[in-house]
């Protein structure tokens, strides 16, 4: 079956920093990967969005990056500010799917 | 910006009732979910909805759960005989048609207590 596998373990980092996040998917090809943002309570957030023919997406102070040989994804936060801290979840789909599905998330903690 | 909310935030029921989670989508969406979150686990898809009818669900969406869209704003989530497990923060989403908008959309969620 498809799995989708996060870091599960914390990042802590010092503001200013870059924060680099991976994405690791097996058993599956996907169409994109998407990249949403969840603070605790609350419901995710869409960040970004990559297909799978794309190497690279940017959005501000948000990169993505996508290889499909490697069958991972990258997020990085450049800059990183105390208000980045939250959970980051990838999430992908099937080409021919309509379920998004989600990894567990990796939790960041910008310290100041 | 337009979006999608949920009511109760919060649902607290005994052991085997009923309960009916509502969600009303963004008004031009045509694919709606819904998701669960147990504490400090992932998000769970269960259940994707266009055009009427369910497109796909998950093992999750067993006998007990069913979907509906009764009006063509509100989508509801109901648990026939809630049971222990089922504690968890439920979210809906919703999204345009394919293409460039696939982005999901989610609700706050509603925070779903079984005692």
């Known amino acids: 079956s498809q799995k989708i596998e996060q870091n599960s373990e914390a990042l802590n980092i010092q503001e200013g920093k870059t924060a680099t996040l991976t994405c690791n998917y097996t058993?599956?090809?996907?169409?994109?990967l998407q990249w949403y943002r969840q603070d605790p309570g609350r419901g995710p957030v869409f960040l970004l969005l990559i297909r799978e023919n794309e190497k690279e997406k940017r959005k501000e102070r948000l990169k993505v990056t996508f290889d499909t040989t490697l069958k991972q994804s990258l997020f990085h936060i450049t800059a990183s500010q105390p208000a980045d801290s939250a959970t980051y979840l990838c999430?992908?789909?099937?080409?021919?799917?309509?379920?998004?599905?989600f990894g567990g998330g990796t939790r960041v903690l910008v310290k100041p | 910006e337009p979006e999608v909310t949920q009511t109760p935030s919060h649902q607290v029921t005994q052991m085997g009732q009923e309960v009916i989670l509502r969600c009303v989508p963004i008004s031009n969406h045509l694919y709606f979910y819904w998701y669960r979150q147990i504490l400090g686990q992932k998000v769970e898809f269960l259940v994707s909805?266009?055009?009427?009818?369910?497109?796909?669900k998950s093992e999750i969406f067993d006998d007990q759960f069913s979907v509906e869209r009764p009006d063509g704003s509100n989508f509801t989530l109901k648990i026939r005989s809630t049971k222990l497990e089922d504690s968890a923060m439920y979210f809906c989403?919703?999204?345009?048609?394919?293409?460039?908008?696939?982005?999901?959309?989610f609700g706050s969620g509603t925070q779903l207590s079984v005692l």
């Open positions: 909805f266009y055009n009427n009818e369910i497109s796909e």
């Open positions: 999430a992908t789909i099937k080409a021919a799917g309509n379920k998004l599905t």
């Open positions: 058993n599956y090809s996907p169409a994109y």
């Open positions: 989403a919703s999204r345009l048609e394919t293409g460039e908008d696939e982005k999901l959309f």
